[in-house]
Structure formats: C-alpha cells, structure tokens
C-alpha cells in the first residue's frame, strides 16, 4: 500500500508529518514524500526543510495520496506539476486526502465538486466558492475524499483513516504508540471556543493563509 | 531568543516537528535544527528525512533547547558529540526541555537526578532507573527543565512554555494558528484509557522503545 504525501514549498509541516507519524505505522504501509523533483523542500517558516525522497513522476499511481497546507497551497492552485499529478494519480487512488488548506488543491482541481469537505477554518469560504460544501468538523469522508481541518486536524483524520483501511483495533494501537491522549493547556483552538479577542488578534497578525 | 532542536539519528519526527510547529510562531524566536553536522537525518521509520540545516558547534548558546525521542535515543545516553553539546549549552539555557524518551537522553546525562519528569508511557521504569521521579502527566514543569509525555505530548508541552516565555494569550493564539481543537477518534491514547487488549497487542508489536 503506497502513501504519498505531495510536498512544495511553503507547505506547513505538521499537515504532512502529522499524518505520515500516523499512517507510517499502517501495516504493509510505505510512506513516500515527493515533489516535483526530489529535493529539501522549505516549510511556510522557512525554518524547517523536509526531504522529497521521489519525484511526482516515480509514483503515478499511490493507493493514497495526501496534500497538505500552508501559504504555499496558493501557487499549487493552477496548472503545474502538482496538479498534473493530481488529476492522474487521483483517477486510481483508492483514498484521495487532504490536510488543512490543501483542500483547496483538490476543489481547485475539481475533485471536490458538490463534495462535503473541510478545511483551514479561515479558509471555508474559498472553499466553498471553490465548489465544494464546507462543514464544522474535524475531517469529513465523502466517498474516497477525506479532508481535514487545519494543521493538527491531520492526525485525527488520518487515525479514523486507520480505522478505514485496516481495523479500529489497529488504529488504537497507533494512537497508544504516539500517546495521542491530548491535553492542550487552553480552549483555544477553534473560532467556536477561543476567546473572541484571540480570534480578532489572529486574524490581524495571522502568517497564516 | 535561539531555540535548538537536537537531531540524531532514530528519531521520532512528530517528537521535534510538534513542537516546531507551536515555537516556531513564537515572537522572537529562532527554531533551529542541528546534529554533530549539518546534514539530513533520517527518523525511526527509515521514510522522512529532517534537514538539521546546524551543527551544534554553530549553536553553543540557545535560549532553549530540545531533545526529541525515539528508538535512536539509546545510541545517545553515552559520551558523544550529542551529550558534550547537552551538557555545556544545559549551563546557559532558559529552558531545558524534552519530548518522549528524549527525557532519557537528559537524565542519562545527570540533568534529572532528583527532579520531577515524565517520558514515553513504556518507558518510565528506565525514567526512574535514571534518577528522576517519573511523573504520570502530560507534561512537567521542574524549575528550568521541561518533560513531555510521548511523541504528540510535545504539542501540548510547547503551548504551556509559550505562554511561560510571552504570554497565555500567546499561547492560544498559536493554538488556533494550528487548529488544535483535537478530536481523537478513539480513546486510545495512553495505557489508563486503552483497552486491555490494545495495550497488550501494543507491547508485543512495538517498535517503538
């Protein structure tokens, strides 16, 4: 079973190593990064580097494959490499999946058409201008097209994608071997339950797309 | 503000890109990856290669320090480029900190003796065995030294420190940055909540330390 997780610059990196700590531990799984070309790619705090081991042209036809976010989603919305491989790899795939504002890769290309999905939780009216119909959850399954919220939405969509492809049992034991019992030390981690002055502060200094 | 990220060989990759992840947004911070020499380093599954783009010679003096866990961590409890670097970056060090059984790594050094810590659930016997007094929470504050809990503990440990280093609304600003409003599927992520049986498969399938 191949995995490939896309990667370009500017991705965010926790929407592509998130996943891959997860799906990685999937058994008969391998895990591949690639790009263009094989290559260090540069996250969105140009801080972290993370190699493509292939080229998009090594691994046309993955059973999964997954698009991250980051600033960088926007010059991935147009014709290119991604997208070729995209549109190809997709028609085989047996899971087409997508973290954060990677979603917007997928309804730009069209694959999430009158589709349910999810994405960034600022970005669910590009989402939805891009054809698709945005929903308040933490990832969304419509058929073989699994997206997810924003950034560390990825690790809780990719255990319910565990559960899919082998069994709840195994996915279990996946979120035991990363400790996956969170504790975040506030309430703050979607517009519903921050407090509305760390929203408005987030939307004026936000690095974020 | 310097924040180094140690790499080695074996690690996990959530265990440092987790916590780059929330510190990273930190005003005035710096996250730096680095190892004995720049170069890419391969982590526990033998499929991701992080870009240690320092060496630690280049890093004497971090604010904070980092060392992440993983299976790799065993090769670095003795002398080596990994510990000599520990020990004299410890003695200037705001902050001295660890996810996983990177808390192993601190402790084999001398830097735990005595003090509250946690590591990876599996591994707390050895915790103890090293001098520290095992601690079963998420993650533990000890005057300068900081443990987390296993591999995605990091995440939750990164938040409480930054509002420690600015401020709580910081820290939530951050934590709606990454979305972090997590939803595991199951509760499966420590040994207190899994099943019996998940525990038991886990212990015996393990690769992890």
């Given at each position: 079973m191949q995995i490939v997780i896309a990667l370009f610059d500017r991705f965010t990196a926790l929407d592509a190593v998130g996943p891959h700590q997860v799906l990685t531990h999937l058994p008969g799984s391998e895990v591949i990064f690639a790009?263009?070309?094989?290559?260090?790619?540069?996250?969105?705090?140009?801080?972290?580097?993370?190699?493509?081991?292939?080229?998009?042209?090594?691994?046309p036809v993955p059973d999964i494959l997954l698009i991250p976010g980051g600033p960088g989603q926007a010059a991935q919305m147009g014709d290119g490499p991604l997208r070729d491989w995209l549109l190809a790899a997709d028609k085989t795939t047996t899971w087409t999946t997508s973290v954060c504002t990677g979603s917007l890769i997928l309804a730009a290309a069209g694959l999430l058409t009158g589709r349910e999905a999810t994405t960034y939780w600022l970005a669910k009216d590009e989402l939805a201008r891009l054809g698709a119909k945005p929903q308040d959850t933490r990832y969304v399954f419509d058929g073989k097209?699994?997206?997810?919220?924003?950034?560390?939405a990825g690790i809780d969509m990719s255990l319910a994608l565990a559960a899919k492809i082998a069994t709840p049992e195994v996915a279990q034991r996946?979120?035991?071997?990363?400790?996956?019992?969170?504790?975040?030390?506030?309430n703050a981690g979607s517009p519903a339950t921050a407090r509305p002055e760390v929203v408005a502060a987030f939307r004026t200094t936000s690095r974020f797309p």
């Open positions: 790009s263009e070309r094989p290559r260090g790619v540069c996250d969105d705090t140009g801080t972290l580097t993370l190699v493509a081991d292939a080229a998009f042209a090594d691994v097209y699994v997206t997810s919220a924003g950034v560390s996946i979120q035991l071997g990363i400790e996956y019992d969170p504790r975040p030390p506030f």
